[in-house]
């Protein structure tokens, strides 16, 4: 699966979200996600893909944003261990 | 002082969702007794429990992410009170509106959850959620959020009597003027393998019926074993009555006494003085002497203890009369559901008096020389004139809980 797949699968599982409704471009103000959803799916994305988000008040506004700061996170965490 | 009345009610139960197929069964002698669902049940002595079955998106449009499932039966139960009511609070309103629950494990079922992340599967974290799904007064919160009730917001843990204490309490709140309207009642989750396996080795739960499982819980029985645990949420809307007048409420029935005691004698054995004198006490509160009672919704868990000390108890507070007087304990087709017990059987009590009708206990074959009154075995009874209603709830701990329904 891509980064993608895998972010769209934990939408789907941990925040109870239609698929339908994700594409790249999809905001998560349009979701109606909470800052409690937000820090649980973080603490979610954390155990998917085996990295450390470093602030919770990251700014992601975007599936697409999730997708880039999980691709960056893997690269330089992988590297850096 | 004032008055209050029953103006909604809501019901997530083993025995049906929402109140008329919850009565529609109990009438019926349906049990929600079964074998449990959960792979777990292999490794507990007693497999059987009285589970619930519901979506919470098919009451009210949210996520269940930061919910237990203590709140998502709270929220259930609450949205069907609430639209049952019919009431639409203003912000003046909802400043005198508040939120009376009861729970006895609170977040047992995340509680379980995130033990078995950190001792079986060896995870280092848990979710950040936890704590806001396990604290015991989260259900109460998400109802104050969820519709904007801003007087008190609070939880009662008092065991098998919590919500029964948190109706009794809130009845008292606007009896009193400290508010006019209460969304009050009760929610439990304790189907999972830690709570299952500590009441399991406690001693007080039923032994599976060697023929049908369903049959289990066996109230006032000489064959009795004990309670099968359940799991549920109970919600009633309660008002001042001149608040429900005034907007033109359908009113069920008027909550009109209430009897709260404690034994101060044993940490899970039972006093028939301490019973007698919570019913004593609701009895004057309600203004009604014991010729006026119908019917009583018995604690009658099916415990060696509770069946006979109940039943000495009502012969003390009723004389003559208690052999007259319809006692049912519905807890033999809906389980025990703990800390919403009290307020499932109160729905029951108020659709009594709506109804005119008395549900059965049911499993009832082999009488108990001990437990001589008139239990409805086995068989509903309807066409009767049903005007006052008593409910018990009887905890460990000793604290004792008794409410009155009249007709209005």
Redesign the interface.
Known sequence: MTTLERIEKLFVDKLELNRDLLTPQSTLESFGIDSLDKIEFLFALEDEFKIKIPERDVKIDTVQDVVDMVDRLVAEQSAAG | MRRVVVTGLGVISPSGNGPAELFDNLMAGKSGVCRISGSYAEKLSIKIAAEVHFKLSDYVSR????LDRTSQMALAAAAQAWADSGIALDDAGKVRAGVYLGTGMGGAQSLDEVTTQLYKEDKSRV???SI?KIMSNAPAAHISIGYGLMGPCLTYTTACSSSSVAIGEAFRQIKYGLCDVAVAGGTESIVNYVSMKCWESLGVVALEDPVDASTSCKPFSKNRTGFVLGEGAAVVVLEDLETARKRGAKIYCELSGYGSTADAYHITGPTIDGQERAMKLALDEAGINADSVDYINAHGTATAANDVVETKAIKKVFGDRAYRIPVSSTKSMHGHLIGAAGAVEFVISVLAIRNKAVPPTTNLSIPDPECDLDYVPNAGRTGLDIRSVMSNSFAFGGTNAVLIVREF
Do not use: E
């Open positions: 996520k269940t992410t930061a979710s950040p959620l806001v």
